[in-house]
């Protein structure tokens, strides 16, 4: 694993000269993450016209198969990452992702003698090597910027480094939405799978890795087994808590994020006429074409000597979607995450649960902006109202990472990443998108009884099946803002002392800093 890979960090000196560097490389990987798992949204109305899917494969495709696969497999690739290479295992990864998306461009109906393997089976399964691939992408890294960087900085890095998620996130939008319209949504699949391949070679020869535990007093050489780590982790009395919290604010997070793409058109647009007799299209509308033209998305026309915008103005394009909503969920999403991490490393030092707190109160207050989003009259007041929603809702994952690093030792930081992105994806990217198609279907199926005893829903039956997806995306909302009780509740069980190396509360100390109150192990309660 050596062959051109440059030689470890072994001094804290030497990590501070390294660390800017390996920090934007990780940054970059982690925004490949996000690209290629984010473009399948904003390409899934063609794909669903294309493969003649419903919304609740869209929500197994994009959501629950990627997540179980995701999600499980992060759990052995930690426990490699924490006792191997871990920048070996993250370069892997990124390699092995990178490839499947690429092959999700090759969906198509496959008949082998007499067995029919479906376009959607086929994009199903790419999309669950993708998730395979990205399963060693994160918690290796988070385990890396905890050995570069000392305590007092950490929440700060890992939320700089989160916010590749929301970079990723904008260029994946940006991206889809352009090639969608250059080219078909199976060549834009290649497109963006092809370039992080290649990156991973780059990554591999440039970035040192540290030692591990080299931000601590000692540097840890153990390699805990994984069920050491999970009972470490389970067995810290505010961990439980705060981690459903997590998944609970991921749900509402990825369940109206990975759905935007198709509420803009569907909520604001037409039938596309096209589309009448199969799968229906949604073409959406401007409420503001003027606003088009001055910026330059479109053009005035002159015709019979009359000069008035363009067609262009009034339709949203693929490019417009995801410019604009591109812009709002990965700008405001990389404002909250580097917030939320600079908030939390300032407040967190005077009494550490402002490490959960500060989530909490982003995602009580994004609750209501996200649902007055979903409800308002036109498209350009529901992009500016999820702009703020976002960026307070995205100030949980910095935080959230560095208390938890704060609580194990250095040799279980990648176990405990895997941990805590098992159980916020499971809830949030799997059970989110996928829970939004269904009750989007179930709504549209249901759209006639529904729109007679509940005429809030739509004037007409018509009116009903379109704005199923917008209904569900609320009820989202509502069914999972209340859980953000748990941060709170977390927050008076953590430890009430002062935490050595190794993650526990050796001493209960008077310096302002700590939580008042009687001294608090990690241990459960007798």
Known sequence: ????????????????????????????????????????????EDIKADLKLSDTQLGMMTGLTFAVVYCTMGIPVARIADSTSRKGVMVVSLAIWSAFTAICGLATDITIGSITISGFLF????????????????PPAHAMISDLYEKEKRGRALALYSAGLYAGTLLGYYLGGWLSEAMTWRQAFFVVGIPGVIFAVIAWTTVREPVRGLSGANASVDKPTFFVSFRKL??????????????????????????MPSFMPRTYGVIDPASVGGAVKYIGQWSMPELQNMIGMCKAEVVDGVSRLAQD???MS??????????????????????????????????????????MWGKIIGAPLFILSMLAPNVELSLLLYFPAITLAAMYLGPSLAITHHLVPASMRAMSSAVLFFILNILGLGTGPFVVGIMSDWIGANAESLSATHSFLGASIDEVKQMSLKWSMIIAVILMTPLAVLWHIGAMKLPKGELD???DAVKEVSSKGDPKG?????????
């Open 1 to 44: 694993m050596a062959f051109l890979s440059p030689s470890m960090i072994t001094t804290m000196d030497d990590a501070r000269k390294h660390r800017t560097w390996a920090l934007w490389i990780l940054i970059i990987v982690y925004i490949f993450n996000f690209i290629d798992r984010q473009i399948v949204n904003i390409l899934q």
């Open 123 to 138: 994009l199903l399964v790419a999309r669950m090597g993708v998730g395979l691939g990205e399963a060693g992408g994160s």
């Open 234 to 259: 389970w067995s810290l009395k505010a961990f439980p808590y705060y981690a459903i919290a997590t998944g609970a604010g991921t749900f509402i997070t990825y369940g109206l994020g990975n759905w």
């Open 313 to 315: 103005c009034y339709e």
């Open 318 to 359: 693929k490019t417009e979607i995801g410019l604009f909503y591109g812009t709002c969920s990965g700008v405001g999403g990389m404002i909250g995450t580097v917030a939320g991490g600079y908030l939390a490393d300032r407040l967190g030092a005077k009494d550490r649960r402002w490490f959960l707190w500060v989530p």
């Open 501 to 503: 190396d190794e993650g």
């Open 518 to 526: 009687d001294i608090q192990t990690t241990g459960p309660s007798a």
